[in-house]
Nanobody, 123 residues
Framework: QVQLVESGGGLVQPGGSLRLSCVASGSIVSINDMGWYRQAPGKQRELVATITSGASTKYADSVKGRFTISRDNAKNTVYLQMNSLKPEDTAVYYC?????????????????WGQGTQVTVSS
């Protein structure tokens, strides 16, 4: 059993900051890529940022220069620091992780999602 639990969402004024956290727990051998996605009402889920186990990062053009993704491999945790927030950043933010689990003598990677955390940017 593996769980991803997000925290840190909330209501913030335009120009403000929030820091999201996502902790992976359970039967984990290792974690490959981790990332954040978001889904606004009436829109498809979209990639926000991803980070590899070696800390290489990728960002959506809409958040470059404002958001920073990072991870703590010892804590199985990924973070998203969001600065200069805009109303269009309002969405449910989901954590995603590719987690390697053991099956006896072999290992298998699985894709997991968190339950989501609401971020609302409004004055």
């Amino acid at each position: 059993q593996v769980q991803l639990v997000e925290s840190g969402g909330g209501l913030v004024q335009p120009g403000g900051s929030l820091r999201l956290s996502c902790v992976a727990s359970g039967s984990i051998v290792s974690i490959n890529d981790m990332g954040w996605y978001r889904q606004a009402p009436g829109k498809q889920r979209e990639l926000v940022a991803t980070i590899t186990s070696g800390a290489s990062t990728k960002y959506a053009d809409s958040v470059k220069g404002r958001f920073t993704i990072s991870r703590d491999n010892a804590k199985n945790t990924v973070y998203l620091q969001m600065n200069s927030l805009k109303p269009e950043d309002t969405a449910v933010y989901y954590c995603n992780a590719n987690i390697v689990r053991s099956h006896g003598t072999y290992v298998v990677p699985y894709n997991y999602w968190g339950q989501g955390t609401q971020v609302t940017v409004s004055s």
